[in-house]
Antibody, heavy 121, light 112 residues
Framework: QVQLVESGGGVVQPGGSLRLSCAAS????????MHWVRQAPGKGLEWVTF????????YSADSVKGRFTISRDNSKNTVYLQMHSLRPEDTAVYFC??????????????WGQGTLVIVSS | DVVMTQSPLSLPVTLGQPASISCRSS???????????LTWFHQRPGQSPRRLIF???NRDSGVPDRFGGSGSDTDFTLKISRVEADDVGIYYC?????????FGQGTKVEIK
């Protein structure tokens, strides 16, 4: 069955960096776009960033543009989120999410369990 | 960005009774292919979201037929015909028609 397992979260100081990973299994990873979606404590869902199935295109929310970079290694079935210049408002659970067969049009059909990032001094 | 507005934000319900959540978008969600890309997710406490319904009214595999989605253009509804204890949590609508994808604020469903 489809599994998405995030790792790499933790506590980091403002201005610091962190890299999240999401290991995928149970589906043909190299044929699906992947996303990161975050959820601040007690808040709703916010789409963060996307990478095409082949890694050729990436798009990010304005709130993280220039600071966060998504990448993927299809040989390892893993997608990454490199975060720089972290701010307290980046504190959230970060979910990796798989696009459905129709792409982001029909949302995300599988989500990981999430990894918590806390930005605090 | 397209703004998704849900109401109510909190919904106390009685077991066995119906429940209804509204989701309105700031722009039409009709895509260039004629389809409308409105999705509903359910997030139980402490869990990741789960997709329930896509393209307004298509239930995902394993989703009970107690859940029904309807609507068009900018106005959408998620209905639960008879609420069960397992239905508690937060329900989010999401639009995929316009880039970037955007979510509603969420509606918290709890049992009275």
């Amino acid at each position: 069955q489809v599994q998405l397992v995030e790792s790499g979260g933790g506590v980091v100081q403002p201005g610091g960096s962190l890299r999240l990973s999401c290991a995928a299994s149970g589906f043909s990873f190299s044929t699906y776009g992947m996303h990161w979606v975050r959820q601040a404590p007690g808040k709703g869902l916010e789409w963060v960033t996307f990478i095409r199935y082949d890694g050729s295109k990436q798009y990010s929310a304005d709130s993280v543009k220039g600071r966060f970079t998504i990448s993927r290694d299809n040989s390892k079935n893993t997608v990454y989120l490199q975060m720089h210049s972290l701010r307290p408002e980046d504190t959230a659970v970060y979910f990796c999410a798989k696009e459905s067969i129709f792409g982001v049009l029909t949302g995300f059909d599988y989500w990981g369990q999430g990894t918590l990032v806390i930005v605090s001094s | 960005d397209v703004v998704m507005t849900q109401s109510p934000l909190s919904l106390p319900v009685t077991l066995g009774q119906p429940a209804s959540i509204s989701c309105r978008s700031s722009q039409s969600l009709v895509y260039s292919d004629g389809n409308t890309y409105l999705t509903w997710f359910h997030q139980r406490p402490g869990q990741s979201p789960r997709r329930l319904i896509f393209k307004v009214s298509n239930r995902d595999s394993g989703v009970p037929d107690r859940f029904g989605g309807s609507g068009s253009d900018t106005d959408f509804t998620l209905k639960i015909s008879r609420v069960e204890a397992d239905d508690v949590g937060i329900y989010y609508c999401m639009q995929g028609t316009h880039w970037p994808p955007t979510f509603g604020q969420g509606t918290k469903v709890e049992i009275k």
